[in-house]
């Protein structure tokens, strides 16, 4: 299983950014998916999730009606549109592969894509 993300950068408030993961080594469309984040000194924290077919959407309400997570099957690809940062959405971004056994639990994820949000 690989998990590979890009797309991060440093942006100003209020400003967007588009974060992919390219998944592979598994039948990525047999999976639920996340984007999960984590703050300099904090503990992970789960920003979004899409369901297999991406047709049910979950977000954390700190994210809701800025962030779009979507994914594209035929591509082995995970997106999550960013509009409207802030600088508290500053940490680096995961994807996770849900593992089936509970809402939440990761069994796999990438390396990570660090999103900075500053002036």
């Known amino acids: 299983v690989q998990l590979v993300e890009s797309g991060g950068g440093m942006v100003q408030p209020g400003g967007s950014l588009r974060l992919s993961c390219a998944a592979s080594?598994?039948?990525?469309?047999?999976?639920?998916m996340s984007w999960v984040r984590q703050a300099p000194g904090k503990g992970p924290e789960w920003v979004s999730n899409?369901?297999?077919?991406?047709?049910?959407?979950y977000y954390t309400d700190s994210v809701k009606g800025r962030f779009t997570i979507s994914r594209d099957n035929a591509k082995n690809m995970l997106y999550l549109q960013m509009n409207s940062l802030k600088p508290e959405d500053t940490a680096l971004y995961h994807c996770?592969?849900?593992?089936?056994?509970?809402?939440?639990?990761?069994?796999?994820w990438g390396q990570g894509t660090q999103v900075t949000v500053s002036s």
């Open positions: 996770a592969r849900e593992s089936g056994k509970a809402t939440n639990d990761w069994d796999h």
């Open positions: 080594g598994f039948t990525f469309s047999s999976y639920d």
């Open positions: 899409i369901n297999t077919g991406g047709g049910r959407t």
